[in-house]
């Protein structure tokens, strides 16, 4: 992703972290908004965030999401200074979801099997410390389901004789938004349709604390089978009733 990026961004101004279009062209909200009583947050770093995003945003009950980078120690990094490595930042997804419609474990269970955390610092075709598996959470509440679901995953992987989690799990208080130009990426008109997860094709299920929303026919939508199957999809929001 980031020789064609650098190719992309030869003529281009450099595009400050503070100048995003805050109005999700899918969802039609706010990307920036905070979470209300109803809501909650988490963020995930699951390789390159143009089809991580899209996977989160299809799911009923999501509010909104962006793309951006956490986990890192400069301020206001640029896209470029992530690549570097230096930053010490990943490449995210901020998930904002409504808690009457959808769990936090439907979003972990996207999460885990939607990439391979069992690679360390790449996924797929993308190498470097910014494409790291990684669960940035907002507040202790969700740490010991966070750490729940990881400790199931890991037994489902066991099973299927797949290597150990190597995914990032820590509490961090500090997001910044990606250029606006990486933004829901892969709805934008002419987008180069990319994402390099590679799916370990084993499902996530019951687990302690797990309370799924989701019906089975949502997640019928993603077969992990189908290579690259989230660039398959259109870009709808998937509805929550047959």
Known sequence: MFKFLKNFMNNKKKIS?????????????????????KEDEIIFGCGCFWGAEKCFWKL???????????????NNPTYYEVCSGLTGHSEVVRVVWDKTKIDISDLLKMFWECHDPTQKNRQGNDIGSQYRSAIFYKSDKNKNI???????????????NLGSITTEIKLIDTYFFAENYHQQYLASKGSRQYCSASPTKVKLG???????????FIWENFNWEVDKCVLRSDNNPIKNYI
Not at 60 to 74: I, L, Q
Not at 206 to 216: A, I, M, R, T, V
């Open 17 to 37: 972290t503070k100048d995003v279009n805050t109005f999700h062209r899918i969802l039609k909200s706010d990307i920036k908004k905070d979470p209300n009583h």
């Open 60 to 74: 009923p009950g999501v509010v909104t999401t962006s793309v951006g980078y956490a986990g890192g120690n400069k």
């Open 146 to 160: 966070i750490l729940a679901s990881k400790e199931q995953y890991q037994i489902e992987l066991n099973k299927n």
């Open 206 to 216: 019951d687990f302690n604390g797990s309370n799924y929303k989701l019906k089975d």
